[in-house]
Nanobody, 117 residues
Framework: QVQLVESGGGLVQAGGFLRLSCVAS??????????MGWYRQAPGKQRELVAS???????TYADSVKGRFTISRDNAKNTVSLQMNSLKPEDTGVYYC?????????WGQGTQVTVSS
């Protein structure tokens, strides 16, 4: 089974930065993830896409984070990272790592990011 483990969340002041990391591990067979990404969910809101990256390094960003966040991945290690700069209070939420194969989608347990004003 596939397990995604996130790290790097925390409390930061507005204008600061954080780096989130996610490692995908699987027992048994080797997994080939097409797309990996990050979603977030703020209190009282739906989960939304923050950024995603394909195996070929094609990236997608939410308009609200363009120019501030950068997503990257290491295909050999099955890791995905999110560098978050110039953080704003509205970036606050639980950030979830996501990894998708051709047939299944997997989620991490989430890591809290809090940006104080």
């Amino acid at each position: 089974q596939v397990q995604l483990v996130e790290s790097g969340g925390g409390l930061v002041q507005a204008g600061g930065f954080l780096r989130l990391s996610c490692v995908a591990s699987a027992s048994g067979s080797r997994f080939w993830f097409n797309t990996m990404g990050w979603y977030r969910q703020a209190p009282g809101k739906q989960r939304e896409l923050v950024a995603s990256i394909t195996r070929g390094a094609i990236t997608t960003y939410a308009d609200s984070v363009k120019g501030r966040f950068t997503i990257s991945r290491d295909n050999a290690k099955n890791t995905v990272s999110l560098q978050m700069n110039s953080l704003k209070p509205e970036d606050t939420g639980v950030y979830y790592c996501n990894a998708a194969t051709w047939t299944d989608t997997y989620w991490g347990q989430g890591t809290q990011v809090t940006v104080s004003s």
